[in-house]
Structures are given as structure tokens and as C-alpha cells.
């Protein structure tokens, strides 16, 4: 069974695919430049994906969630340490962040099973 | 001189002060919530500071991303450390951040100011 | 048949108690301040309702109007109030607020339904 | 000594009176659309200022948070409920809706204050 | 089979039914401000159709993608402008956009598609 | 005296050239690109200048305002067809895009006073 997250991914690789194929110069350099945000820096790249999931929670952007969630458990981040900076994302941007609680928590779950089942 | 620091911080303080005069339970069980969002947890306080700044930075709040770049000076994080984390805001929020990032820029020049004239 | 308000209740219900589980201090103490803002205070708990109704249309999040409404139509709002209240939204947040008049529309349709079908 | 209030009484009333002589026939329309909002229909003109105030506050308007508290104070909401409404908005929308808060505070304070100075 | 966005056709128009059969006077008088605002005038409506386009994009709302891209493409815009436009709403609204750019990538493929079809 | 736009100016391009200074790379590549997106490509840079003010006007960003129009007028739009763009972005947006209506009618009335000064 295909879970949310792996449609996701496969949906989001095939349309950054599609996006890379169409080739626009400003677009290209703008993922390049999403991309370096995130990487070694004054700040460590393990931060700057928990900057970047509460970014996502306060815009209230699931997909964004998902993206920095998966880096996030990549990263080493625990769960409590993400329920931790979704309590921030939800004091700062309020009860209409809940339904992304919601969702992240789910995400979360889903990738520690994902995690347990491949191990 | 007075510095816009310095503005900011009388205005937050006697309309904070206003407010718990005004007694709302509600309304200062949030402010008492806000406070303990940024306290020890399974986060120390000095990284929750700058997820506060970054939050407050894309969702374009001046007075916010003066309130956390006050905290996270006098937490400890230096200049390249607060840019690094302003730089994963403009990348997330984009350019209509960077009227912000100007904003920001200023005050973490006027914070070390300050740290230097009172040294 | 599961209308999708049914799904929305049981999703809701299942990760808040996810939620609940997982105990953090501040996620907690959020919640219950979120449903003690609506609860009888200097205003009414229906006139609140439509309060939290209008603020989630203007921020655009179908979750929060779809909760706000199942709350509106138990304090006793009619149909004709509720596109009153939707209209001042509409007005406020323009027209990017059309897709979720759309489906505040055919909740409020939903919720009849269920009333009608329950009697 | 001129306070706020007139001074954004006076650019607001300048301004719109700009906006009517250019004569945008789509422009003028909205604005009449917008006073016509409020008006008497299904729910009343005052129940309908305090939805503007909700709504003007989570999307952090502070123009249009005095606006909408000019009208609310004339439609003969007392203090204590204004308190409750904005409590409900500060849930919503978070601690970003702080500096709003402060902002609307000391808003219906100058309006009390003219009233009384009036009296 | 049915596309998205047949079944996106579908319901906007279902339910933009529903709306003008409850038959509001601020809600009706508003879908037809905003009609109108798409209209010949000192601009001309394909350069309207394509502010629309990334007003939608900036706002993040992909109903409002979509309607703007079929009004975009029926104008007769081709397929690197819209792009480029697109390029323009990710620079200003971040990569919070990048989501919304795969959705407006694949809906401008399917409307293509359509085109080829029909043809 | 100096205006308005002068002291933005001034103030802009004072803080520009220190975030330089700061020589972030990826601020600095993010400046980059956004100069980029306005230029010629498969739309022109003044098609390009009204996408971002409509853009900034809906994000109710008065500084991006004041950046675009002093673009568009140099680029050639005319004060029927600024108004043009803006009613789209007041139908998109709402009311609470109004202030930044005011805000817009007088920047472009400065910008055309400074047009005939400097003639």
C-alpha cells in the first residue's frame, strides 16, 4: 500500500523533473538557492532544517512540513524535540496552525514506521 | 537620543503593562503561554529564540523579529549566526521578506551598538 | 457512506487524542486555552463562534471553517446569518476567499443534511 | 495636539477622497460594496463591526483594526467585550498578533478618552 | 476518466450555483465586481488575466491557480510566458511557492493536453 | 524638504549596501535573482514591473508598493493602468488591501509631482 508520504515524494520528484525540463534560468536558480539555504553554514545544516520546518508551520504549508520533516528525522532531530519547535510554530501562528499539527504529527509517525519497518 | 530600540521597548512595556491591567484571563494565560514557549524543554532556549525570529521574519512582523533578535543576542548567537537564519527566511519567504531583513539588519547593528557604548 | 465531514470529524478526533498522548505541556495548554477563547466571557459563546467563523475564512483554512461551523450551526445561527457573517469575509479577504466560500457553502448544506437526516 | 486617531482620520478621509476622483468605476464600486457589507441584513451592523475587527485583526491590519474599533465603540460595544473579541482573534492568529493587540488597546483607550474629553 | 480539472470545473460551477441561488446581495454583487475587474479597460484582459495568475500564486490558493491559468491560456498566452510570470510569484513569495509552481506546472500540461484532444 | 520616497530610498539603499557588506552568499545570490526576474525573458521587464506590484500589493507590503511603482512609472505604465492593476489586486485581495490602495495613490501622485519638479 502506497502511503501519503511515498505519493508525495513521487509526485514531487516527478513535477521537480518536469520543472528541471522546462529549464526557466530563474527557476533553476532559485532551487539551487533553496537548496544551498539549508546547507552547511555559520549555522549547521541540522538547525537550519528545524528553522525551516517552523518556517513551513507558521505559513501553513504541509507540503513544506512533510519536505522539512523528512530532513528533520534525517537530520537526527527526536520527536520530542520536533513537538518541541511545533509548540513555537503553534504560539506564534495560533489555533490556525492546528490542522498542521495535526498533520505534522501524522508525518511524524508515518516516518518512524517507515523507519521501523525498514529496519 | 532615544534609538527605535529603545521606543520599541518602552511601548512593548507599558502596553504589556496596560494589558494585564485590563485582566483578561484569556488574554494573559496566552502572554504566560508565549513566555514558557521559549523556555527549557526538549529544546534549550537559545535555538527556540531563533526558530521565534525566523517565524517572525516570514510572517513579516517587525516589533516580533525585534522582540527575538533581543533574545537571541542576549542568547548568544553572533552576527553570522542571525544572518544564516534571516537568509532561510528570505529563501522560504522570499523578497517580500526583504524589507524585513533590512529592518533586521538595522537592529542587530544597533543591538551590538548598544552592547559596545554601555561596555 | 462516510460524507467527508464525517472523515474530517474522525481524523480530528483521532490525531488530537494522538496529540493528547503525547503530552507536551505547551501543545496542552494551548488547546485548552483555544476552547476556553470560546466559552461564555464578556461575550457569548455563539456571538464567539462567528467570530472564530469570519477569522478562519479570512485566513483561508477549510478545516478551521468547517470546525467553526459544526459549532455555529449547535449555538444556533441560521443559514441566512452564517452567509452574512461569510459575506463580511469575502469582502475583507477578496476574492482568493471564493474557494472557501465554496466550501463553507456546501458544509452549511452538509450539516442541514445531517440534521434532517437525524430527526 | 493631534493624536493618531485624527491624524489617520485625516489621511483616510484625504485619501479616499483621492481615490473617488480618479473615478475607477471598478474601485468605487468595492468601496461601496464594503460600506454595504456592514449594513443591516441578516445579522446586524453591530454584531457585523465586531466580525470586521476579528477578521482586521488576524490578518494584522492595524488601519483597518482602528477602522473597524472607530465603528465598533459607535455601534455601543463596551470594553470588556472588545477585550473578549480581540482575545478570540489573539487565538487565532498567534503571538504575532501581539504588537495588533497592543496597538488595538491603546486604540479604544483614545477613543474612550475623546469621548470623555467630548463630553 | 475524469481529470482534476474536470472534477475542479464541476464543482466551482455546482457550487457557484448554489451560491447565486442563495441569492445574498453583497455576495452576488461581489462575483460581479470581480468579473468585471478582468474586463477591458485601461488594461486589457490578458495582462489581467496573468495579475490574476500571480496574485494567486503569491497567496498560495491553487482553485485560484487554476481558474487563472484557463482564463491564461484561453487569452493566448504561451506557455514560457506563463513561466516567466510564475517565476516572478516565486521570487516574490518564496519557496513556501514551490508547491504551488508544481501544481500551476502540471495544470498548464493538462490544459495542453485538453487542447491536443480536442483538436 | 524631503519626501517620503526619499527617505525610502535613502534608507533602502543605505541598508542594501550594508547587507553587501555582510557579503552573505546566499542573501546575495537571492538579491541577484531578483533582479534577474524582472528582466526581459519571455515577458518584457515592464509586464514583469506590473506583476510585482500587483503581487506586493496583495502581501500588503507597502515598501515592495513603493519599489514597483517607481519601476513601473519608469518603465512607462500610465496612472489609468497602475489604477487598473491595483483594482485587480483590491478584488483579489480584499479590503484589508485597502490601506495600501491609499498608500499606492499617493506614492504614484509623489512620483508624478516629481516627474514635473525635476522637468
Chains 1, 2, 3, 4, 5, 6 share one sequence.
Not at 530532513?71 to 509548540?87: I, K, M, R, S, T
Request: proline share 2%; glycine share 6%; aromatic share 8%.
Amino acid at each position: 500500500m502506497t502511503s501519503r508520504l511515498d505519493e508525495y515524494r513521487t509526485y514531487r520528484s516527478q513535477m521537480n523533473e518536469r520543472i528541471f525540463q522546462i529549464d526557466h534560468r530563474g527557476v533553476k536558480r532559485f532551487f539551487n538557492l533553496d537548496t544551498a539555504a539549508y546547507q552547511d553554514g555559520a549555522l549547521d545544516p541540522k538547525t537550519k532544517e528545524l528553522l525551516g520546518l517552523v518556517a513551513s508551520a507558521v505559513l501553513r504549508c504541509n507540503d513544506c512540513i512533510d519536505y522539512h520533516l523528512i530532513q528533520c528525522v534525517d537530520a537526527g532531530w527526536d520527536d520530542a524535540e520536533l513537538y518541541d519547535a511545533l509548540n513555537v510554530a503553534l504560539i506564534v501562528g495560533g489555533s490556525i496552525v492546528i490542522p498542521h499539527l495535526r498533520h505534522a504529527v501524522e508525518t511524524i509517525d508515518l516516518l518512524r514506521k517507515e523507519a521501523n519497518d525498514g529496519s
